[in-house]
Antibody, heavy 122, light 108 residues
């Protein structure tokens, strides 16, 4: 069974940084692309970033490009999202999600973590 | 970016009713369309992928159809446990994969 557990969320001031982690188990982590999706309070789902199974390809939403960096450690079965220059509009629950594919034609998310809340406020 | 317009934004129906949600893409997405269910306070769950393929373990009362720019999600007989918000999501032209605005489904 796919298990994804996010951590690292919390309260941070505007302009600050946070690093989210997502510990994966129950599947061969390196064989699948991974994604971060966020959900602002009371709002819908917003794709943030994706990474291929090898980690060689990364993709970012325009809203976070240049501020966020996604990476993975396949030896530790862990996904990361480094978030810098945080803004109030980044306040959201951040979910990590497993793709059904390794690299090509990613975009089907068949396993999700429970989410971690990031609050950007002074 | 491809825009996904989902309707209705909210829906109230009775147990046993047939429920339909539609999603319109701003351009042809070649059936690269998924549907997710999100219950309050929970993570989303994949129900349908590639427009009409039922994810393993998902009850057969859920189904999807469509092509080109128009897609439909149907619950054939609404159950109390189906109360949730439902989202469509395209992944034809990446990045970004884009979600619809969601449909909040309640029991009448």
């Amino acid at each position: 069974e796919v298990l994804l557990v996010e951590s690292g969320g919390g309260l941070v001031q505007p302009g600050g940084s946070l690093r989210l982690s997502c510990a994966a188990s129950g599947f061969i982590f390196s064989s699948y692309g991974m994604t971060w999706v966020r959900q602002a309070p009371g709002k819908g789902l917003e794709w943030v970033s994706s990474i291929s199974g090898s980690g060689g390809s990364t993709y970012y939403a325009d809203s976070v490009k240049g501020r966020f960096s996604m990476s993975r450690d396949n030896a530790k079965n862990t996904l990361y999202l480094q978030m810098n220059s945080l803004r109030a509009e980044d306040t959201a629950v951040y979910f990590c999600a497993k793709d059904i594919r390794w690299e090509l034609r990613m975009g089907v998310f068949d396993g999700w973590g429970q989410g971690t809340l990031v609050t950007v406020s002074s | 970016d491809i825009q996904m317009t989902q309707s209705p934004s909210s829906l109230s129906a009775s147990v046993g009713d047939r429920v339909t949600i539609t999603c319109q893409a701003s351009q042809d997405i070649s059936n690269y369309l998924n549907w997710y269910q999100q219950k309050p306070g929970k993570a989303p769950k994949l129900l349908i992928y590639d427009a009409s393929n039922l994810e393993t373990g998902v009850p057969s009362r859920f189904s999807g159809s469509g092509s080109g720019t128009e897609y439909t999600f149907t619950i054939s007989s609404l159950q109390p446990e189906d109360v949730a918000t439902y989202y469509c999501q395209q992944y034809d032209k990446l990045p970004p994969p884009t979600f619809g605005g969601g449909t909040k489904l309640e029991i009448k």
